[in-house]
């Protein structure tokens, strides 16, 4: 059955619509930035010119892995340490990562903006620090995070188009456009997004055919490699894969130098790796080196490198995270296609309602503040 036929009787509809009109949603994107620039940089200006600012990136699943991606680009863009921190590590153990005598920017991601662990964390951060900002990047403007900013002068929120607040399980055009939306907030970079925007449409007028045939090779797991920016986004592909095949394929993320350590055991006959080749020529040795060892080796089903997609081979797109929004695409299209290939609805993958869109069922405990040390097992 091809694909085409797979996706009639699948019923699915806003996966691929949604993967599909991400270069739009840039665009619009960008649109809307430039037009709330003057309060933007209102806000962010006076908290760049504070010396020991601390500024956290946070979100819970795929939102978490945006400021995987986005941290490292604006570490070095902003000259100053930037940090990605899940919500969900931060509300389990909020002394373990918060500081309280250090100015904060928290940069909350939500798609909805009503994942429980987003409001606790945005929650715990006023109460644990003294001194607490939040810029809130949301897709959702009905959502609780963007709610919560509301009136307040310590709070921002940036809102997506319309179009980035998802339908599907999936998170796809939220994911670039948050990521694309911290870049442009903090050190905006407008040929590089228009030349990533060129890059994923002619990307986009492809016709998947080498997806489709890593697809027929019915692999049993699929590694995703990448070093820096890329290992977040190889991170995200991980997790999109394992969640459109309704975990019926095994994933794994890491990185190409880390991944000798251990993780290699993983590679078998039945895998396929993907190596996210770095937009840096240094940093690219090393995804080559390892590609090479895998070859050479003769285990892997398969080893691809994406670096020779047609969109971004020969082409300077200026820098790891535009390259890196083309890899991103091509990965939620592998992880949508399998899904096909598999007889399962990418709109919804989990219709026994294991998993939900919005995760649900997380009880919060009175939190107390005050520095301890210990305690005992219950």
């Known amino acids: 059955m ?6 009639e009787t699948s019923g699915s509809d806003w996966t691929g619509r949604e993967i599909a009109q991400q270069p739009t949603v840039w665009e619009d994107l960008l649109s809307s930035i430039d037009a709330a620039r003057p309060d933007l940089d209102a806000f962010i200006t006076p908290l760049l010119a504070m010396p020991d600012l601390r500024i956290i990136l946070a979100g819970a699943g795929s939102s978490a892995f945006i400021g995987r991606v986005v941290a490292t680009e604006l570490t070095r863009m ?23 005598d250090r100015p904060t920017l928290l940069v909350s991601y939500g798609r909805s903006g009503d994942s429980p662990e987003s409001l ?19 897709c959702n403007a009905d959502g609780a995070l963007a709610r919560f900013a509301v009136g307040k002068p310590r709070n921002f929120a940036l809102l997506m188009p319309p179009a980035a607040l998802d339908q599907s399980f999936a998170m796809t055009s939220s994911v670039s456009a948050m990521a694309l939306a911290s870049i442009d907030a903090f050190a905006p970079d407008r040929q590089a997004a228009a030349g990533a925007i060129a890059a994923a449409r002619l990307h986009l007028a492809g016709n998947c055919a080498d997806i489709d045939e890593l697809i027929a090779l019915k692999p049993r797991r699929f590694i995703f490699l ?3 920016t890329m290992q977040g986004i190889a991170t995200e592909a991980a997790l999109k894969a394992l969640e459109l095949a309704g975990g019926v394929v095994d994933c794994y ?6 991944f000798r350590h251990g993780p290699k055991f993983l590679v078998d006959e039945q895998t396929v790796v993907v190596v996210l080749d770095s937009a840096d020529s240094y940093t690219r040795n090393f995804d080559r080196d390892l590609a090479d060892e895998l070859v050479r080796d003769g285990r892997a089903k398969r080893v691809v490198r994406l670096g020779a997609l047609p969109a971004v081979s020969g082409t300077n797109l ?11 695409i091509w990965c939620q299209q592998l992880a949508y296609r399998l899904a096909l290939s598999l007889g399962i609805n990418p709109d919804n993958p989990c219709s026994n309602g294991q998993l939900n869109r919005v995760v649900k069922g997380v009880t919060f405990y009175p939190f107390d503040p005050t520095p301890r040390a210990g ?4």
């Open 120 to 138: 606790e964390c945005v929650r715990l951060a006023d109460q644990v620090l003294a001194d607490c900002y939040h810029l809130t990047i949301s």
């Open 375 to 378: 305690g005992t097992a219950e």
């Open 78 to 100: 902003l000259a100053r340490p930037v940090e990605a921190i899940a919500t969900t590590d931060i509300v389990a153990a909020p002394l373990q990562y918060l500081l309280p």
């Open 226 to 228: 990448g070093s820096g």
């Open 2 to 7: 091809t694909i085409e036929a797979l996706q």
């Open 253 to 258: 993320s890491d990185s190409p130098l880390g």
């Open 318 to 328: 200026g820098g790891d995270l535009w390259q890196g929004l083309i890899y991103l």
